[in-house]
């Protein structure tokens, strides 16, 4: 007779627990499992040790297990099957594709370089499908209109087909970058000229080209605490030392910035709508940063990744729109308000900066694709994006709205929403005892998606502590109210039924 698989952990190796060191049991067994699946030692389906066995086997409670398997399943490395186990994913958030095993102790020696290092183990936030509540970042694309947008592909292709096969200008399509210059002086008070505006291959592209000509390799640079963990790549990627400044209801704290990186060479900032706290900069702190900027020739960029979703008066102006210094660096991206499989966004950068930005681009990748640029020029030009834009503000404050009575109806006397005013998300804060991590894992088994808030947190920041980092980022763009209603409901039930809770 057959003997049945017996989930075993023989392949992860010995594993050593600091059971009198400061971090906590769960976090040090989640980050030896986690590299295991990352190393190989783990494999795709293989079935993890029921939570009861391992605590045994270890002498461990079961609840630091149990918090470990949730903790790896909100973020995807490991999938939950009711009543057959815990299994490692078969598509890993952030895992390097595999080679033949043994085949690196070949190359031990020849690795990966110091900023390689810090690239490949940056925290990163995993994905999800775009079908799950509450996915962040993603438009309703019910409500784009595909259909147009073929229409002028292939207008493009039919009139200038052969003019836009050839090598395209590194820095963009030409009318294309006319027509954002126009609608960012309009509308976002940016001062640019067309020939300041660049179009790259997504904002991230953008945030990565401009820290690779800015910085140098120990060069130190601020980033928001919390923040956005691509922003804090792209700094990775150019050797950046990163000091990480805390936020509060007025943006980035100039002064502790000042306190503890006065030296940098680089704030990196989201001043229209602060990701992930959702806060405005103040106009003090803006020009404070302006000073500080001028003062120590340092650089300030801008990323307005979503400041078109603004539900409260006007849109505000740029902070780029306030700089006399030539100090500011602006980017923003078509991939919210359109589709994210779009990948174009731009970036307007002081008159100096053109030509090394047109040397760069071409030596690294010649330029972004000039199709799809020549079929966004027409859908600006033609009016048919401010004419989606109006659609979607309407669109998405009515699901903002309801997501925000949602919550004030379940989850009544046991957590709050919090909701800036603009973005496609809400925060909603979660009590201490209801820890954001666990609840993600036991909500990933429902089929929702839980971004954490205290994954936007740096784990050796001093702001990083358990009250200020603990809720959920609830992305409501891309569902509609009746369904926000049920995933919000189910989340309480969830949350309140909570051991600890």
Known sequence: MARSARPVLSSLGPVALD?????????????????AVLDGRLRPGERLPPSRALATEWALSRNTVVTTYDTLLAEGYVTGRVGAGTFVAASLPDAAPGGAAGRDEARRGVGLSARGRALAEAPSIARDRVGRPFALGTPDLEAFPFALWA?????????????????????????????IAAYLRAVRAVRCEPEQ???????????????????DPGDAAWVEEPGWPGNRAALLGAGARLVPVPVDGEGIDVAAGMARGADARLALVTPSHQF????????????????WAAARDAWIVEDDYDSEFRYAGPPLAALQGLDGAGRVIYVGSFSKVMFPALRLGYVVVPPDLVEPVRA???????????VPQAALHRFLADGHFASHLRAMRS???AKRTAI??????????????????????VLLRLPPDCPDHVLAGRAARIGLTTPCLSGYYRADAETADAVTGNGFLLGFAAHDPAALDRAVRDLARLAVDMPNG
């Open 151 to 179: 229409q002028l592909i292939g207008r493009c292709w039919r009139h200038g087909g052969r003019a836009l096969a050839t090598e395209p200008d590194p820095l963009g399509y030409g009318p294309l970058r006319a027509e």
């Open 19 to 35: 059971r009198d060191g400061a971090e906590p049991l769960h976090r040090q067994l989640y980050r030896a499992l986690r590299q």
């Open 276 to 291: 992930p706290l959702g806060v405005t900069m103040s106009l003090a702190r803006r020009l404070r940063l302006l000073d």
């Open 197 to 215: 505006v660049v179009i790259v291959s997504g904002a991230q592209q953008g945030l990565a080209l401009m820290a690779q000509l800015l910085l």
């Open 395 to 397: 669109l998405y404050a």
């Open 360 to 370: 760069a681009r071409r030596h690294f990748d010649g330029g972004t694709s000039v």
């Open 404 to 425: 925000l009575a949602s919550i004030e109806t379940a989850f009544a006397g046991f957590a709050t929403a919090e909701a800036g005013e603009a973005g496609m998300h």
